[in-house]
């Protein structure tokens, strides 16, 4: 008997991915468009999130991912009324060491060559364009602009007004619990449904996201993916005479994988430790958090002293080589499955976010995308044992490598 509940696009997941892939999946026409959220929309990392957005990445897709991402940022009131709250506030992302520097320097040519507006700036420019940034105990770095923030709640305000705007049917406390396929006449596999908590939906088309439960969310699928969670920390520092500013560029020292910004007149922080085990985030890591304060108080001298507003840790999604994750499901043998696409920003949600659920849309409708090349993207860049064949993403956050066990295909 065929499920009497249909549609044309199923998407799993309502964070920042799912939820805007089903904005642009309506947006292209398709007519009924079912996102499946086994909690409340936005409650994954979505809504915990710093809001840095960056169009500087490490690679010429995350460049892309990035500036498309900004760009959107910049024209959503105008398209669906409401936005993300993206605030233009430039980045510096620092060097410290000799290497750091040749890395940079090395960094932004390949920016430019993929169209990003980005300079160098000494350590004494950077100082002068951020006055609270010390002038020494660095050698600058690399500046854009355009880069900035948004308010990770507000976005997920966004996106979940323009599902309701575009007739994309939420259900949320709706578990995803697997796919239904057939096998053509080729011995290929094709999606023709859903199973879910509440009963199965026929479709010929499914998105696969979830952030930190993705590896789950493809256990359940029959797929193995090997992403990876693991904990994140946010601090704000009360207000201090010397952030209140209207405007302050956004620093990222990217050895340490320490970032801070503005926050309503005090100074926002976060950091990843690479050294602890993956899994979910539980607890502030306090001796941890005394080595970023100091860390950070070396380049922002006025935050020292300063006591804490708000602070939190959760648990933030990535990948074995910090890139997105844009293709096809795949059988045990490696086979794509046709209507199944796996989305995953792999811990930038909010910079590639839009960026990631547009190609993943393209994908799942049109079969490839424009934005980037996805060639390198998909599931089969990772070995069995989750290892990808690509070199890590240079600038992401220090995020572990190893995800876990990332078990094996049961389809
Ligand atoms: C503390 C912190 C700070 C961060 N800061 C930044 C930042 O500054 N810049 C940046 O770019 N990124 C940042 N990130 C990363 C960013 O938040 C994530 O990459 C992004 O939110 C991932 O979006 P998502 O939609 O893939 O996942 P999520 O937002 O986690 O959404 C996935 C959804 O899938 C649902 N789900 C799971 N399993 C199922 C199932 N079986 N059936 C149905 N639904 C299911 C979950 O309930 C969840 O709502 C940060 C993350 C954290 C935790």
């Not at 994309?168 to 239904?180: N, P, Q, S």
């Not at 648990?315 to 796996?342: A, K, N, S, Y």
């Amino acid at each position: 008997m065929p499920p009497a509940d249909r549609a044309d696009l199923v998407v799993v997941g309502a964070g920042t991915i799912g939820g805007w892939a089903s904005v642009f999946a309506a947006g292209d026409g398709l007519g009924r468009v079912v996102v499946l959220e086994a909690g409340l929309a936005g409650q994954g990392a979505s809504s915990r999130a710093a809001g840095i957005v960056r169009a500087q990445g490490g690679t010429p897709a995350t460049v892309a991912l990035g500036r498309w991402s900004i760009d959107f940022y910049n024209g959503q009131a105008a398209r669906y009324g409401t936005d993300s709250g993206f605030r233009e506030l430039g980045y510096l992302i620092l060097a410290v060491t000799e290497d750091d520097e040749r890395q940079g320097r090395a960094r932004i040519e390949m920016q430019r060559a993929a169209g990003l507006d980005v300079e160098w700036l000494t350590a004494a420019e950077a100082a002068a364009r951020i006055p609270t940034l010390a002038p020494d105990g660095h050698r600058g770095g690399s500046f854009v602009a355009t880069d900035g923030c948004i308010d990770p709640p507000r976005n997920v305000r966004a996106y979940s007004l323009a599902m309701q705007a575009a007739g994309v049917e939420l259900r949320e406390r709706t578990a995803f619990e697997g796919l239904v396929l057939e096998s053509d006449d080729a011995g290929g596999r094709r999606v023709v449904g859903v199973e879910t908590s509440r009963g199965p939906i026929g479709t010929e088309r499914v998105i696969l996201s979830g952030g930190p439960s993705l590896r789950a969310v493809g256990r359940a699928a029959g797929l193995r993916i090997p992403a990876g969670a693991a904990r994140h920390t946010v601090c704000v520092l009360e207000p201090a005479e010397a952030f209140d500013v209207a405007r302050q560029a956004m620093v990222f020292d990217i050895g340490e994988g320490l970032y801070w910004r503005l926050e309503e007149r005090g100074l926002l922080f976060g950091w990843s430790d690479p050294d602890e085990t993956p899994g979910e985030a539980r607890s502030i890591n306090w001796p941890m958090y005394e080595r970023v304060r100091e860390r950070l108080a070396g380049f922002v001298p006025a935050t020292r002293g300063l006591g804490i507003r708000r602070i939190w840790a959760a648990t933030i999604d990535f990948t074995p080589d910090h890139l997105p994750i844009l293709g096809p499901g795949l059988t045990r043998d490696g086979e794509p499955i046709d209507g199944v696409v796996v989305a995953s920003a792999g811990g930038h949600g909010m910079m590639w976010g839009p960026g990631v659920a547009r190609v993943a849309v393209d994908l799942a409708v049109h079969g490839s995308s424009g934005l980037v090349d996805t060639a390198d993207l998909g599931l089969d860049r990772f070995d069995a044992e989750g290892r990808s064949r690509l070199a890590t993403d240079p600038i992401a956050l220090p995020f572990p490598t190893d995800t876990g066990e990332v078990g094996t295909a049961s389809l």
